[in-house]
């Protein structure tokens, strides 16, 4: 979608935010959840991976050239199934920086939430 803004655009707005927004060269990603919150952490993570995939590839961009990742756990006893589905996704090549916390969701059934920072193309 377009914005206002000529170097500024905001991907996938919703009510209250966006799935993401492009500016200076940086792709920020809005905290993503899953689709399914009843499903495993494992597979949790897997949606949202997926999910990012596709605002990167909206944007123009791919996980090679994300630089950072915050990953939120409703309880850290779900980092190893977290990590299953993250080892399967993440470049290998191009490993972003990347922090796991615990924290307290939103919805009570999300057992995972990740948000990070990719660059975009040049020109």
């Given at each position: 979608m ?42 949790q ?23 950072s ?11 190893d ?41 040049s020109?």
């Amino acid at each position: 979608m377009a914005s206002a803004e000529p170097d500024i655009r905001r991907l996938q707005p919703e009510e209250r935010l966006s799935g993401a927004v492009a500016h200076a060269g940086l792709l920020h990603l809005a905290g993503q959840v899953p689709d399914d919150p009843t499903a495993d952490a494992e597979a949790q993570t897997a949606d949202i991976l997926r999910q990012i995939d596709a605002l990167l590839a909206e944007a123009g961009t791919t996980r090679s050239r994300v630089l950072s990742v915050q990953v939120f756990l409703a309880d850290m006893a779900d980092y190893d199934a977290m990590n299953r589905a993250w080892d399967h996704w993440v470049d290998r090549d191009h490993l972003p920086a990347r922090i796991t916390v615990q924290a307290r969701l939103a919805n009570p059934r999300w057992r995972v939430e990740i948000t990070g920072i990719a660059a975009l193309p040049s020109g």
